[in-house]
């Protein structure tokens, strides 16, 4: 079957560099996303990685390695209004259809 | 950035009754859009996968005649809970993307609906 785990929850201060992982077992692979959701809202999306490395977008950097079927999500200069959801997502069919399966979700709580 | 527009945010309905909810993408088009189901503080579980001019295609184990899918137009579907019952009592989040554009989805802000 198809599955993503991530840890269910991260603490850390402000100021702090946390990481997040994500390992996936998919049928297929075409590409990781990273979605944060902020309690009674909507996922906006924050990174995408089709191939292996580092993409960095500001304070967020994302990381894939195919070959082992892990990537995480690393963000820098912690602040409270980090403090949300976040969930890795893979794309297991073709660039068309961009039908997405979300992992557990990371809880991360930022404290002052 | 695409906005899409989920409504209502939240309802609260008797048990047996059914309930719509509609999205649209409102500055493009969206041949493609989802649904998804959201329990609190879980991960957002695909529904189903909603296409403009044809039937939707329903995630294992989702009933296809509980839950009505209709995309009518290129910039608005509807999820309709028929004879809703408190077991479905839920967030529900539609999405939608800009094929061919770039890998993002655009998220809904979601309705939370409570069956009574």
């Known amino acids: 079957g198809q599955s993503l785990e991530q840890p269910s929850e991260v603490t850390a201060v402000e100021g702090a560099i946390v990481q997040m992982n994500c390992t996936y077992q998919t049928s297929g692979f075409y590409g990781l996303s990273w979605y944060q959701q902020h309690d009674g809202g909507a996922p906006t999306f924050l990174s995408y990685?089709?191939?292996?490395g580092l993409e960095e977008t500001g304070r967020f950097s994302s990381f894939l390695s195919r070959s082992d079927s892990y990537g995480y999500l690393l963000l820098q200069e912690l602040q409270m209004k980090d403090s949300a959801s976040y969930f890795c997502a893979v794309r297991d069919t073709p660039v068309g259809t961009d039908k997405l399966i979300f992992g557990t979700g990371t809880r991360l709580q930022v404290f002052p | 950035g695409a906005v899409v527009s989920q409504h209502p945010s939240r309802v609260i309905c008797k048990s047996g009754t059914s309930v719509k909810i509609e999205c649209r993408s409102l500055d493009f088009q969206a041949t493609t859009m989802f649904w998804y189901r959201q329990f609190p503080k879980k991960s957002l579980m695909l529904m189903a996968t909603s296409n403009e001019g044809s039937k939707a295609t329903y995630e294992q184990g989702v009933e296809k005649d509980k839950f009505l899918i209709n995309h009518a137009s290129l910039t608005l579907s509807t999820l309709t809970v028929t004879s809703a019952h408190p077991e479905d009592s839920s967030f529900y989040i539609c999405?939608?993307?800009?094929?061919?554009?770039?890998?993002?989805?655009?998220f809904g802000s979601g309705t939370q609906l409570s069956v009574l």
């Open positions: 999405s939608a993307s800009r094929a061919g554009v770039d890998e993002k989805l655009f």
């Open positions: 990685n089709a191939l292996d």
